[in-house]
């Protein structure tokens, strides 16, 4: 799960950072609602943690624009202000969750992880597909009942291709989930990441789209599922 977080107090930001990092999330942090809009043009967010009180620019104004421009990612608002009147503001700006300061890190990834489901339109936690079984929360990962050791960047790639079922996504799309922008990255690393699902799901798990990407195929043993 790829997660843009725009906060501006440095502290509270490389707190969430630490602790979404640790819970197999990738995170990309700025400050200011102006850095914001250039990540979210620039990479694919599955979903965005915003800051209300931003040095350059309103977070309710931000998320309106958003919204407007044909954003669609789930937000989760964190604020310190608790009044009624701006969490109304907030819902009719396009946020989908709240989380008043302070917080603590375990609330904000369960929170993030259940706005991803209500996406993804799943009640349940454990995705499963064919054979395979994935838990987001506890990223434990089945195949036919048995788990199987994942790497962090075997999760993360994983978990795009399951929220996407049905899509084709491009190599910088799945490069985008996986990785951030800090990281080195080497030039063959995406196809050793799916080469290695492949050794460990089954060589049907993940599809080449010639020319396009790669989209979730059929785990080991197992019949392409029913559309
Ligand atoms: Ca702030």
Not at 82 to 90: A, I
Not at 125 to 154: F, Q, W
Request: glycine share 10%; aromatic share 4%.
């Amino acid at each position: 799960m790829h997660v843009l977080v725009c906060e501006d107090d440095e502290l509270i930001a490389s707190g969430i950072v630490a602790g979404l990092t640790a819970q197999g999330l990738t995170v990309e942090h700025v400050g200011t609602a102006s850095a914001a809009r250039a990540m979210l043009k620039a990479a694919q967010f599955d979903v965005m943690v915003l800051d209300l009180g931003l040095p350059d620019e309103d977070g309710l104004k931000l998320l309106q624009q958003l919204r407007q421009q044909g954003f669609d990612l789930p937000v989760l608002v964190l604020t310190a202000r608790d009044s009624v009147t701006d969490r109304v503001d907030g819902l009719q700006a396009g946020a989908d969750d709240y989380l008043l300061k302070p917080f603590d890190l375990r609330e904000l990834a369960a929170r993030l992880h259940t706005l991803l489901r209500r996406v993804a339109g799943r009640s349940v936690n454990l995705i499963e597909h064919g054979a395979l079984s994935y838990d987001p929360s506890s990223r434990v990962t089945k195949l036919a009942g048995k788990p199987v050791d994942l790497s962090r960047r075997e999760q993360a790639l994983l978990q795009a291709l399951l929220h996407n079922r049905g899509r084709v996504l491009s190599s910088e799309q799945l490069k985008d989930s996986i990785y951030g922008f800090g990281d080195e990255l080497e030039s063959n690393a995406l196809n050793v990441h799916i080469h290695h699902l492949r050794r460990k799901l089954g060589n049907g798990i993940v599809e080449t789209v010639r020319g396009l990407g790669y989209r979730l195929g059929h785990a080991d043993g197992t019949e392409p599922p029913q559309p």
